[in-house]
């Protein structure tokens, strides 16, 4: 079974711009969740997913959105690009009905210069 | 506001000793715990969750966890670390009640275990 696959794994943008990141959960989780890591701050929840609707959503500025298509693959974007959003971003699947268990993907790196 | 706290940062152990990594978390009701890891270059990965019953859980790799309710503490421990055990630990708690994808994560431990 294949696991949560995030695309690209590795970016480099600089101050200003705009970056989409993608993810693809487990086949059948139907939730998709965004974190972002850094050494810093360590692991923020960002928002959450389930059937193309936002359930939740952390405290990041306006900058940071996010969509979920039909297929539950999942996109996030950052717009206007800082040197502090320079970080690893996590995607995580769960079951429906699940207990909470998260499955994470290997991540985005994102660079901003 | 809920809370995760990692007492050490940094934890440098020789194999075969004992390890116990210390999480508080600060929640007023009903909890799910979860330690994850995430070994150099990798995801992270669910070691144990605690849901309800039995205070004492066990995970994989040989690691377990006991949920002191009246300390609002969930530490990890394993008999004697290996090698293979170097990795970034993190504690995390979700509303038992929440039907959501949102964890709180404590800060993390760096565990560096000397061959």
């Known amino acids: 079974k294949a696991g949560v696959t995030q695309t690209p794994r590795y970016l480099i943008k600089t101050r200003g711009q705009q970056v989409t990141l993608s993810c693809s959960p487990i086949?059948?989780?139907?939730?998709v969740s965004w974190y972002q890591q850094t050494p810093g701050q360590g692991l923020q929840f960002l928002f959450e997913?389930?059937?193309?609707?936002?359930?939740n959503k952390g405290n990041f500025p306006g900058r940071f959105s996010g969509r979920q298509f039909s297929n539950s693959r999942s996109e996030m974007n950052v717009s206007t690009l800082e040197l502090g959003d320079s970080a690893l971003y996590l995607c995580?699947?769960?079951?429906?009905?699940?207990?909470?268990?998260?499955?994470f993907g290997e991540g985005s790196r994102l660079t901003v210069l | 506001a809920q809370s995760v706290s990692q007492h050490n940062h940094h934890v440098i152990l020789s194999e075969a000793a004992s390890l116990e990594l210390g999480c508080n978390y600060s929640?007023?009701?009903?909890?799910?715990l979860f330690w994850y890891v995430q070994y150099p270059g990798q995801h992270l990965q669910l070691l144990l969750k605690?849901?309800?019953?039995?205070?004492l859980v066990k995970g994989i790799k040989g690691f377990e966890a006991e949920f002191i309710k009246s300390k609002f503490s969930f530490n990890l421990r394993k008999p004697s670390v290996q090698w293979s055990d170097t990795a970034e630990y993190f504690c995390?708690?979700?509303?038992?009640?929440?039907?959501?994808?949102?964890?709180?994560f404590g800060q993390g431990t760096t565990l560096q275990v000397k061959p």
């Open positions: 605690y849901f309800s019953g039995d205070p």
């Open positions: 929640y007023g009701g009903t909890v799910n």
């Open positions: 995390a708690v979700k509303g038992g009640s929440s039907n959501t994808g949102k964890l709180i």
């Open positions: 086949s059948g989780h139907r939730s």
């Open positions: 997913y389930f059937s193309e609707t936002q359930r």
């Open positions: 995580a699947s769960r079951r429906p009905g699940g207990t909470g268990e998260l499955f």
